[in-house]
Structures are given as structure tokens and as C-alpha cells.
């Protein structure tokens, strides 16, 4: 069964649009990172999908019921973007606390605290945590039960490299056991390599909807060629590769794509002189500025 299945959903707020015709489904145990703008939409995305608020037409179908009932709530984890916790509580004080409210055993909330690696801070205040520590109690809090499908609002912004790779981590154990996971950022590098598929939003929309590879090719951004040289020949490797010299021993190319093999070849080819040579694809923030520009949103 789908786990998440939007048909043409709107929102609006009186006037406004904030989501506009999205149709997105995710299967179980798919990772899918939903990249977007400050008020692209994302949280109302999420908050109709938990049921906290209606849709103004289409239809979300959550583990193949609707939003908010209680089938979907019970197979559903949240994680909201701002966490508000009780500072005067221990980890584990709250997180039983979240148990019960789930009628889930203050065991697996144990157990789940040493899994997100509080373990060792599980019995002091939380006001005493950093904020990585909160959004790991966060996590915890929204993989209380085993959901199935875990919606996750910007859960690495604030974090440290350290913590957000510990972050991936766990969200790839739990698609890894099936569990269909939704995660929003505006942060973008952190995803590249953490996520099975990008959806774009953009004042809304839903410009792509496709994995990292397959959004690379179809936006058919240039590729950027950085060649070492030895220090005598960088103007001249600059000259005969038509390329701009950097400083005093690298030249930079740009090509297209399907350009990149004989470009390397031309580069090989000056022997020598050539000392190193790094092939740059596009970032995942040109290809976001891509998609989100009309060039992109007319594909
Ligand atoms: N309750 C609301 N009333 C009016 N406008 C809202 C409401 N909630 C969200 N919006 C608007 O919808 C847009 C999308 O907001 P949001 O979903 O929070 O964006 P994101 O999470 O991507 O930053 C924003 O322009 C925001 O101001
Ligand atoms: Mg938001």
C-alpha cells in the first residue's frame, strides 16, 4: 500500500494560495526530501496531511485513510519544526510522558533514547540540552510506535554536521524497516546523498519531483572543470582549452554534460603539464534555483 498519496491538493487562506495543485505519492520505506523556500508551503503541506487542518480541494490519502483519522494517527510520526518541551523534565521523563499519550511502553521509550543516542543525558533536565539534543528527543518522540510514515519538518536546521550525519542515520535504519519518511528543508547540500527523491516547492508549487540524478540530467545545468597545472603552462593550458585561469596553476572549463567525456580527453591529451583535474556537477542549490525559476517550473 502507498504510504502518502496527494492528488492536486490546495490551500488556500482567503486570497492566498500557500499550496497549489500538488500531487505527490511515497511508498514504504522511501526517503523524500521536500526542498522549499521560507513559506513555500512545506509546514501547511505537513499540517494537512495530519489532519490539523483541511484541505481546500483535492485528497490526501494516508496509509490508504484520511488524514488525521485514526488509523492514519496511529501509524503516523511527527516531527513539528519547532519542538516545545517541558524544560523542567528529564529526556526520559518526556518521552514517557509521549509514550503514554501513544500508549506505547515506557521500555521502548528507553530504548528509543539510547537508539537517538540520549542514553547517557536521558536523566538530566531538558533545559540543560543543546539544541541537537532536543531535536533528538524530537526524533525519539516521533518514532514512538513504529510509524510507517514519519513527517519530519526542517528536523536538521540548527544542527551541526556531526549531528545531522547522526540524524541521516537513523532516518536510513527506519526507511531501511519500511517506514515511508517526509522530511523538509531549506537547507540544501546536507540532502544530496540522504534521500531517495527530491520534490521541490516553490511559492507552492511543486516544480520536481524526480531523484538526484534524473533532476541533474533534465536540467541540463553546465558542469564545471577544474584543471591543475604546473606552474609555467597555466596560460597556455588556459589558451588551449578555452578556459579562464584561476590563479597560478588552475584553469576552469565549463561544459554541458554530454560534453564531459571528450572535454576530459582534450585535458589528458596536454599530458604532462596536467596535474590534477576535478569534475564539479552542478550543487544541489543551482539545481533548486533552477527548478524554482520559470525556466524550470515550464518543463
Ligand atoms: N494559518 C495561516 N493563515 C494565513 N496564511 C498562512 C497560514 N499558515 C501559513 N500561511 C502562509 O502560507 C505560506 C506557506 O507557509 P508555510 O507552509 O509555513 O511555509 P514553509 O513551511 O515552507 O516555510 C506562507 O506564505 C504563510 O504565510
Ligand atoms: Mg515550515
Given at each position: 500500500?502507498?504510504?502518502?498519496?496527494?492528488?492536486?491538493?490546495?490551500?488556500?487562506?482567503?486570497?492566498?494560495?500557500?499550496?497549489?495543485?500538488?500531487?505527490?505519492?511515497?511508498?514504504?520505506?522511501?526517503?523524500?526530501?521536500?526542498?522549499?523556500?521560507?513559506?513555500?508551503?512545506?509546514?501547511?503541506?505537513?499540517?494537512?496531511?495530519?489532519?490539523?487542518?483541511?484541505?481546500?480541494?483535492?485528497?490526501?490519502?494516508?496509509?490508504?485513510?484520511?488524514?488525521?483519522?485514526?488509523?492514519?494517527?496511529?501509524?503516523?510520526?511527527?516531527?513539528?519544526?519547532?519542538?516545545?518541551?517541558?524544560?523542567?523534565?528529564?529526556?526520559?521523563?518526556?518521552?514517557?510522558?509521549?509514550?503514554?499519550?501513544?500508549?506505547?511502553?515506557?521500555?521502548?521509550?528507553?530504548?528509543?533514547?539510547?537508539?537517538?543516542?540520549?542514553?547517557?543525558?536521558?536523566?538530566?533536565?531538558?533545559?540543560?540540552?543543546?539544541?541537537?539534543?532536543?531535536?533528538?528527543?524530537?526524533?525519539?518522540?516521533?518514532?514512538?510506535?513504529?510509524?510507517?510514515?514519519?513527517?519530519?519538518?526542517?528536523?536538521?536546521?540548527?544542527?551541526?554536521?556531526?549531528?545531522?550525519?547522526?540524524?541521516?542515520?537513523?532516518?536510513?535504519?527506519?526507511?531501511?524497516?519500511?517506514?515511508?519518511?517526509?522530511?523538509?528543508?531549506?537547507?540544501?547540500?546536507?540532502?544530496?546523498?540522504?534521500?531517495?527523491?527530491?520534490?521541490?516547492?516553490?511559492?507552492?508549487?511543486?516544480?520536481?519531483?524526480?531523484?538526484?540524478?534524473?533532476?541533474?540530467?533534465?536540467?541540463?545545468?553546465?558542469?564545471r572543470v577544474s584543471v591543475t597545472t604546473t606552474d609555467?603552462n597555466v596560460e597556455?593550458v588556459a589558451?588551449?582549452l578555452?578556459g579562464q585561469r584561476i590563479n597560478g596553476h588552475s584553469v576552469e572549463l565549463?561544459?554541458?554534460?554530454?560534453?564531459?567525456?571528450?572535454?576530459?580527453?582534450?585535458?589528458?591529451?596536454?599530458?604532462?603539464?596536467i596535474k590534477d583535474v576535478d569534475?564539479i556537477?552542478?550543487?544541489?542549490?543551482?539545481?533548486?534555483?533552477?527548478?524554482?525559476?520559470?525556466?524550470?517550473?515550464?518543463?
Amino acid at each position: 500500500m502507498t504510504a502518502l498519496k496527494l492528488e492536486h491538493v490546495v490551500k488556500r487562506f482567503g486570497e492566498f494560495v500557500s499550496v497549489q495543485d500538488v500531487s505527490l505519492s511515497i511508498e514504504p520505506g522511501e526517503r523524500v526530501a521536500l526542498l522549499g523556500h521560507n513559506g513555500a508551503g512545506k509546514t501547511t503541506m505537513m499540517r494537512m496531511i495530519l489532519g490539523l487542518t483541511p484541505l481546500s480541494s483535492g485528497r490526501i490519502e494516508v496509509l490508504g485513510s484520511a488524514p488525521g483519522s485514526r488509523q492514519a494517527r496511529r501509524h503516523t510520526g511527527f516531527l513539528p519544526e519547532n519542538v516545545a518541551f517541558h524544560g523542567a523534565l528529564t529526556g526520559r521523563e518526556q518521552l514517557r510522558h509521549f509514550a503514554r499519550l501513544k500508549s506505547v511502553p515506557a521500555r521502548v521509550a528507553d530504548d528509543l533514547l539510547e537508539r537517538v543516542g540520549l542514553g547517557p543525558a536521558a536523566d538530566r533536565r531538558i533545559r540543560t540540552y543543546s539544541k541537537g539534543m532536543r531535536q533528538r528527543i524530537g526524533l525519539a518522540q516521533a518514532l514512538l510506535g513504529q510509524p510507517k510514515l514519519a513527517l519530519l519538518d526542517e528536523p536538521t536546521s540548527g544542527l551541526d554536521p556531526v549531528s545531522r550525519h547522526d540524524f541521516y542515520e537513523i532516518v536510513h535504519e527506519l526507511s531501511a524497516a519500511g517506514t515511508a519518511v517526509l522530511l523538509s528543508s531549506h537547507a540544501l547540500t546536507e540532502l544530496e546523498t540522504s534521500t531517495d527523491r527530491i520534490a521541490i516547492l516553490s511559492r507552492g508549487r511543486l516544480v520536481a519531483n524526480d531523484d538526484l540524478a534524473s533532476l541533474r540530467r533534465a536540467a541540463h545545468l553546465p558542469i564545471r572543470v577544474s584543471v591543475t597545472t604546473t606552474d609555467e603552462n597555466v596560460e597556455e593550458v588556459a589558451a588551449r582549452l578555452g578556459g579562464q585561469r584561476i590563479n597560478g596553476h588552475s584553469v576552469e572549463l565549463t561544459c554541458q554534460p554530454d560534453e564531459k567525456v571528450s572535454l576530459l580527453g582534450r585535458i589528458t591529451g596536454l599530458g604532462e603539464v596536467i596535474k590534477d583535474v576535478d569534475v564539479i556537477p552542478a550543487s544541489l542549490e543551482e539545481l533548486y534555483r533552477y527548478y524554482s525559476t520559470s525556466a524550470g517550473e515550464k518543463k
